[in-house]
């Protein structure tokens, strides 16, 4: 099974600007996962998403968005982007729904996001 | 909100050494996860703890979850080279999304 892809790989963007970020989970996955990792504040949770529905939100401002599609793949965006943002986006999926049975994330390689 | 404490930030053993990273919350948690993070790399799952008190071992990793349900611990006996990384505890309390720790590096000297 190929495992969780995110494209792209690299980005820059400049302060203002928004960005989309894509995640295809592993086949038959319905969960998936974004987190914000930086070197100061570790791995941050965003969002999770079953079945198109959101099912929790981590502590971002709205600024911050998801959206889970019916393949499962999901996007992830940021608009007007502020330098803080800069950081590596990791996307995850599971099999099962969040909080349930052993949980056991997938993570992808990540988007690493650059705001000059 | 919830949050998950993890020490030490960075651990230097000679290699054959033991190594121990602590998870600590500030809620009790339905489950934890642990996580390893080679340099360069991505989160890699290693093992959910469900139950309080439990212990699992996979070879020379032992994880445990405390009574209480809002500590846990990861023990590598005799570390090795390909130990190096940097381990997360996750942890989630009820209908919440994920809480990582934010790690310990754990860097072997041979």
């Known amino acids: 099974k190929a495992g969780v892809t995110q494209t792209p790989r690299y980005l820059i963007k400049t302060r203002g600007q928004q960005v989309t970020l894509s995640c295809s989970p592993i086949?038959?996955?319905?969960?998936v996962s974004w987190y914000q990792q930086t070197p100061g504040q570790g791995l941050q949770f965003l969002f999770e998403?079953?079945?198109?529905?959101?099912?929790n939100k981590g502590n971002f401002p709205g600024r911050f968005s998801g959206r889970q599609f019916s393949n499962s793949r999901s996007e992830m965006n940021v608009s007007t982007l502020e330098l803080g943002d800069s950081a590596l986006y990791l996307c995850?999926?599971?099999?099962?729904?969040?909080?349930?049975?052993?949980?056991?994330?997938?993570f992808g390689p990540g988007t690493r996001l650059t705001v000059t | 909100g919830q949050q998950v404490m993890q020490i030490p930030q960075y651990q230097h053993v000679q290699e054959g050494e033991d190594f121990t990273t602590y998870c600590n919350s500030s809620t009790t948690l339905s489950n934890i996860q642990w996580y390893k993070q080679r340099p360069g790399g991505h989160p890699v799952f290693l093992i959910q703890?469900?139950?309080?008190?439990e212990v699992k071992k996979q070879k020379r990793l032992t994880f445990q979850f405390g009574e209480a349900k809002k500590n846990s611990s990861l023990h590598i006996t005799a570390t090795q080279t390909t130990d190096v990384g940097t381990y997360f505890c996750?942890?989630?309390?009820?209908?919440?999304?994920?809480?990582f720790g934010k790690g310990t590096h754990l860097i072997i000297q041979p």
């Open positions: 995850a999926s599971s099999f099962l729904p969040p909080g349930q049975g052993a949980y056991e994330q997938y």
């Open positions: 703890l469900v139950k309080s008190g």
């Open positions: 086949s038959g996955h319905r969960s």
């Open positions: 996750a942890g989630r309390g009820g209908a919440d999304g994920l809480t």
């Open positions: 998403y079953f079945s198109e529905t959101q099912r």
